[in-house]
């Protein structure tokens, strides 16, 4: 049987795949700190994939974690690496800069979100920042396009605060003092610390340190050692039986974390 490493996996994660994150609440998450290596011997596995990861680790730290990818690996293995897509992301906040020179009505809120995506997790100082202030406002006019560029995970933080939630795919009504419960646990899943008892946010995983295109991304891969390097969509992948394991997809098929990039490489 194949040999299956995810990493920094946070809610995402199948139990065929060995999966490590910062911190676990979950026995099938081991715990590592993926900027100190990899806790396996060389060539002990099939695939490695990671998916927003990359963006919270320093320039340094990002090589490293690839050349320990690289490591891991047997002959032929494969690399699935998921980030966000600076090259997508940079042509979005054009469009949008045109929508508003030709006074197209929905631009100015539109920007406001695409600066909150390009620069928030960059500056914020408190979990969620100015990001999750915002989905948590009752008057956005355009809930659609959110969740069109965040996809599924901020549906709960969109509808939490209206006395809705979503659980397995339905939509609950719920108490406030429920409704608060379950937004405090989501924010502290889809934000946790990288370092675990860091009282100092700006050592926290949350915040990015970079950002990358794919010739940026190709080019990192390459200077590891990775060849025949493939863009792919979220549903399609070299990995077999990839798409049973819902590691880049939400229960509806559908892109897990909407304007990602999506490569794949292999070990010679």
Known sequence: MARLLNLGCGERHHP??????MKSANPDVLIADLRRGLPYSSGE???????????????????????????????????????????????????IIR?????????H??????????????????????????????DNPDEEYILSR????????????????VENGHLITVSMTTRLR?????VRNRFTDLKPGASDFTRSGERHLWMYDRHSLGRLLESSGFRDISRLRHNQSHIPGWSDYMLDSDSNGLSANPGSLYLEALKP
């Open 45 to 95: 596995f099939d695939v490695v994939y990671h998916s927003h990861v990359l963006e919270h680790l320093s320039r340094q730290h990002a090589r490293g974690l690839m050349d320990e990818c690289y490591r891991v690996l047997r002959s032929s293995g494969i690399l699935r690496v998921v980030i966000p897509d600076l090259e997508s992301l940079a042509r979005e906040y054009l469009d």
């Open 16 to 21: 065929d795949w060995v999966n490590l994150d």
């Open 150 to 165: 965040t996809g599924s995970w901020a549906l709960p933080l969109l509808k939490g605060l209206q006395g809705e939630y």
């Open 182 to 186: 379950y937004l405090i646990r989501r």
């Open 109 to 138: 809120s539109r920007l406001e979100w695409i600066l909150l995506e390009l620069f928030d997790q960059f500056v914020r100082t408190r979990p969620g920042g100015e990001m999750l202030e915002y989905l948590k406002r009752t």
């Open 99 to 107: 929508m508003i020179d030709e006074c197209d009505p929905r631009g």
